[in-house]
T-cell receptor, first 116, second 110 residues
């Protein structure tokens, strides 16, 4: 089975621009979660989608949004970029059945976003 | 609010030694505690995980010890090898929401 793929791998934007990142989950997985990773804050949960619906949300401003398509692929969008948005954005997929013992999350390699 | 506290943030261990990373949590609703290993340029990969009704789980050289009453858990890496040099994250999950510790950068020196 192919793993989680994320595109693009690297991205450079300037302040005020917007950006869209893409994530393709493992085949058959219905849940996609997004995380922001920075040296100072570590891994922080952004949101989780299951069957095209946002099921969980972290404590990020409304500039961060996402969506999931019927094939489980997901996109996240950041509008009005700020310098502090520079980070590694990770996507993780799982079967999505909360509470299941082996409902593991598998991470993609991430998209490295640099905001200048 | 950091719900999962991890220490130390960096650790240097000699080859063959034992690496120990500690974590503490606050939210008693967490029902699953995974550990992830991350190499530079890669996403985190699941290493080992435990549920709160189990006090210890061992997989090869990796062992999780879990103390539910103290709300603490730890990762022990026995016979540490240079290839174990990576960043390790403890985490706690409730439903599908995972909260990560800040990470421990482990360096195993020959």
């Amino acid at each position: 089975k192919a793993g989680v793929t994320q595109t693009p791998r690297y991205l450079i934007k300037t302040r005020g621009q917007q950006v869209t990142l893409s994530c393709s989950p493992i085949s058959g997985h219905r849940s996609v979660s997004w995380y922001q990773q920075t040296p100072g804050q570590g891994l922080q949960f952004l949101f989780e989608y299951f069957s095209e619906t946002q099921r969980n949300k972290g404590n990020f401003p409304g500039r961060f949004s996402g969506r999931q398509f019927s094939n489980s692929r997901s996109e996240m969008n950041v509008s009005t970029l700020e310098l502090g948005d520079s980070a590694l954005y990770l996507c993780a997929s799982s079967g999505g059945f909360g509470g299941a013992i082996n409902n593991e999350q598998f991470f993609g390699p991430g998209t490295r976003l640099t905001v200048l | 609010q950091q719900q999962v506290k991890q220490s130390p943030q960096s650790l240097i261990v000699q080859k063959g030694g034992i690496s120990i990373i500690n974590c503490a949590y606050e939210n008693t609703a967490f029902d699953y505690f995974p550990w992830y290993q991350q190499f530079p340029g890669k996403g985190p990969a699941l290493l080992i995980a435990i549920r709160p009704d189990v006090s210890e789980k061992k997989e090869g050289r990796f062992t999780i010890s879990f103390n539910k009453s103290a709300k603490q858990f730890s990762l022990h890496i026995m016979d540490s090898q240079p290839g174990d040099s990576a960043t390790y994250f403890c985490a706690a999950r409730v439903y599908q929401k995972v909260t990560f510790g800040i990470g421990t950068k482990l360096q195993v020196i020959p």
